[in-house]
């Protein structure tokens, strides 16, 4: 059974920064495509980051430079480090997987599990 379980979310004000983690289990990351997405109120749905089982790495425009996706094989765990939040961040993040895929993606539909997600609130 697979499973992906985020934490770190949270409240903070504008400029602040957050980590978010997704604890995986019944894959293997480091064999597998990883992304985060977001959810903000009244919008759909918006790939953040992905990163390939080779590890490469994609950001969307909206966050590069501020957010950036890694992972810790070791630990089986895929972060977000999201700095200079901003208002507009305010979102309920998920991270999503796909074993043994090539290549990073910001589409939705390139994912097949999915965690429960993680509120993030920034205040201006």
């Given at each position: 059974?697979?499973?992906?379980?985020?934490?770190?979310?949270g409240?903070?004000?504008?400029?602040?920064?957050?980590?978010?983690?997704?604890?995986?289990?019944?894959?293997?990351?480091?064999?597998?495509?990883?992304?985060?997405?977001?959810?903000?109120?009244?919008?759909?749905?918006?790939?953040?980051?992905?990163?390939?089982?080779?590890?490469?790495?994609?950001?969307?425009?909206s966050?590069?430079?501020?957010?950036?996706?890694?992972?810790?094989?070791?630990?089986?765990?895929?972060?977000l480090?999201?700095?200079?939040?901003?208002?507009?961040?305010?979102?309920?993040?998920?991270?999503?997987?796909?074993?043994?895929?090539?290549?990073?993606?910001?589409?939705?539909?390139?994912?097949?599990?999915?965690?429960?997600?993680?509120?993030?609130?920034?205040?201006?």
């Amino acid at each position: 059974q697979v499973q992906l379980v985020e934490s770190g979310g949270g409240s903070v004000q504008s400029g602040g920064s957050l980590r978010l983690s997704c604890g995986v289990s019944g894959i293997t990351i480091s064999n597998s495509r990883m992304g985060w997405f977001r959810r903000a109120p009244g919008k759909e749905r918006e790939g953040v980051a992905s990163i390939s089982k080779f590890g490469t790495t994609i950001h969307a425009d909206s966050v590069k430079g501020r957010f950036s996706i890694s992972r810790d094989n070791a630990k089986n765990t895929l972060y977000l480090q999201m700095n200079s939040l901003q208002p507009e961040d305010t979102a309920i993040y998920y991270c999503a997987a796909r074993a043994s895929s090539f290549g990073p993606s910001l589409l939705g539909a390139e994912y097949n599990w999915w965690g429960q997600g993680t509120q993030v609130n920034v205040s201006s």
